[in-house]
């Protein structure tokens, strides 16, 4: 897939979600998921779409700072194909009355030539992966690899949280009471 793809969205101050847009239907359908469409996701809330608890309180924190300090905030995090690897760009733009509007570009992507299978680690592999850069635990290492286990228990490993955290600490206010990235790392 060449052709850059950006999809939107706008989540209310409940974080539900609002309105779509961009390349949103089409990046549903050439992904085979067309429960993901737009009829489907408006109205619902956005914690219906995200896996784990430990993701769910980093993106939570994340867009909490956005309302508070009305200020952007982007990361990039990878969200791979069966066999593609992907880069995506995620803008948070925090707009009045507390909606949020989400950008999701994708800025890279690469078929695989190899399928590399997190089964090569079966005697470390324990099913941990960072749902931001898609990394596996393996033993104490996070290891990126191409691979879809059976299971995954999604959590956020430790340079992502550093990223984000850096990057509140970066955009803090002197006169702030609370330092955000300290909920983060
Ligand atoms: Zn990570």
């Not at 089409?26 to 993701?55: C, K, Q, S, Y």
């Amino acid at each position: 897939m060449n052709v850059k793809s950006t999809s939107r969205y706008v989540l209310d101050n409940a974080n539900q979600i609002a309105s779509v847009g961009g390349d949103w239907d089409r990046f549903a359908i050439e992904n085979d998921a067309p429960d993901a469409m737009a009829g489907a996701v408006i109205g619902h809330d956005v914690w219906d779409f995200v896996t784990g608890l430990e993701t769910k309180a980093y993106l939570s924190t994340i867009f909490f700072a956005c309302r508070m300090d009305m200020k952007t905030f982007q990361l990039l995090y990878r969200c791979d194909a069966p066999e593609v690897k992907r880069l995506f760009r995620m803008k948070i733009y925090p707009k009045a009355g507390g909606e949020l509007l989400l950008e999701h570009e994708l800025v890279h992507s690469r078929k695989s030539l190899a399928h590399h299978k997190v089964t090569n680690f079966t005697d470390h592999y324990d099913s941990t992966r960072c749902s931001v850069c898609c990394s596996f635990l393996i033993g104490s290492n996070w290891i990126d690899t191409f691979a879809i286990p059976e299971e995954r228990y999604y959590v956020v490993c430790p340079e992502c949280r550093k990223a984000a955290a850096d990057q509140l600490r970066a955009e803090q206010d002197p006169d702030d009471v609370i330092d955000l990235s300290q909920f983060i790392k």
